[in-house]
């Protein structure tokens, strides 16, 4: 229960210290060491935020008969204990304003008939890293990670708006997940972070939200049936891999004498999924500003005319000001053809590739001449003795794979 509970005030002191604005925490249930170490891990270092913005962290810690057995009655004694054991000062006074900052103060909301402790921290203004240093800050992780659950909602359709992108996200967010429990962990087993440890275990933001959305958001594309070509052609590839390995395993288990019941129900699953994307008639992506493109295109051919019939003339001053716009609209198209801007397009468009049809081998010539037939060879291939083509079998079986209805995408492709 211990560790539990140490999980638990890290996992807020975390939250305290990606917070932009002020916020009100609810201490109800926690007590104890719990305190020093929320203390600690929230206030011990200064907390980046813009420069010239501060902000004040509220703990609800105790009220009326209505609430009172929810909080440890000893909750404002242990908090000023640790807050003084950083050199924070008990000041009624005290404001949100940057000359506050190391400051708390109690206070009694009688209207709310509730106890506030509010806790002015020690802040560090966030300097504008150069060009250079921007590009790790900005990547995607860094970005889908730091942002808050609204904001990444919005980023997702804005950044990963395929299938393909999204799996990737949910891959990089799932491996960021992972390296923050084992921050977690060291946390918990009271060891030190390294800075650099410091500043990213601060940055994980909401992700157990993130994943799930992202999760969901995948399952979405499958019903919707919105899926390119590509990605269905990769993901019959992958799950066809992992039929194959399942049918190995269940070999294996069977000549073993083990029982096979629990793994030949999931061979069935995975099937089945199988059979759903199968069934999908891939849909088309539509080209990124689109309509903007062909707008631009047209106003540059209109120029070009222009500017193909004023050769050896004089232009009017409007047709010159028509034509001053032309490196501005050349600029914009190679912008807009470039995109850029969205997350894992070389990913998207390794996918893509998998759709387009190989190119035919170049016919070789052949030198050998034509055979008799047997009987004479008068029918109509012309004496050419030829082979017919068998059509191939699934393994073990002559029977083909019958489409099943959708169902819901239930299981993720493993990576």
């Known amino acids: ?134 590009s790790a800050s900005s990547a995607p992780h860094a970005v889908a990670a730091s942002c808050t659950y609204r904001e990444f909602m919005a980023l997702t359709e804005e950044k990963v708006p395929t299938f393909t992108q999204k799996r990737c996200l949910l891959r990089v967010m799932k491996e960021i997940s992972q390296r923050l429990a084992d921050l977690d962990q060291k946390l918990i087993n009271m060891e030190t972070l390294q800075p650099d440890e410091q500043d990213f275990y601060d940055s994980g933001v909401e992700m157990a939200d993130k994943i799930e959305i992202l999760e969901k958001m995948l399952e979405t594309h499958v019903k919707g049936q919105s899926l390119t070509a590509g990605e269905q052609k990769q993901m019959l590839k992958d799950l066809d891999e992992k039929i194959a390995a399942m049918e190995v395993q269940v070999q294996t288990q069977e000549e073993k004498g083990k029982k096979v019941d629990k793994l030949k129900a999931q061979y069935e699953v995975v099937k089945e999924k199988r059979d759903t994307i199968a069934g999908i008639k891939p849909t088309l992506i539509k080209e990124k500003h689109a309509k903007e493109l062909v707008d631009l295109r047209k106003r540059l051919t209109t120029l070009e005319k222009l500017e193909a019939s004023r050769v050896g003339s004089l232009m009017s001053p409007d047709e010159a000001k028509q034509l001053a716009a032309k490196p501005q609209i050349l600029s914009r198209i190679a912008d807009l053809e470039a995109g850029g801007d969205e997350w894992f397009e070389d990913e998207f468009k390794k996918v893509e590739e998998l759709a387009k049809p190989k190119p035919k081998p170049a016919a070789a010539k052949s030198a050998s001449r034509p055979t008799s037939a047997s009987t004479g060879g008068g029918g109509s291939s012309g004496g050419w003795s030829t082979t017919a083509s068998k059509p191939r079998k699934a393994p073990g079986t002559g029977a083909t794979r019958t489409k099943k209805p959708q169902n819901l995408f239930d299981m993720l492709v493993e990576d």
Do not use: W
Request: charge should be negative.
């Open 1 to 134: 229960m211990a560790e539990e509970g140490d999980a638990r005030s890290f996992t807020l002191a975390k939250s305290i210290r990606s917070a932009n604005d002020s916020e009100e925490y609810d201490l109800a249930g926690y007590g104890g060491a719990q305190i020093p170490d929320l203390v600690n891990a929230a206030f011990k270092t200064p907390i980046p935020l813009p420069p010239d913005k501060m902000i004040r962290v509220t703990f609800v810690i105790g009220g009326g008969k209505k609430v009172r057995q929810k909080y440890n009655p000893d909750l404002a004694r242990e908090l000023s204990t640790a807050l003084a054991a950083l050199d924070f000062t008990d000041d009624r006074g005290a404001g949100c304003v940057l000359e506050c900052q190391g400051m708390f103060k109690l206070q009694h909301d009688t209207d709310k008939d509730l106890k506030f402790m509010h806790v002015f921290p020690r802040v560090v203004g966030e300097e504008i890293a150069p060009a250079s240093e921007q």
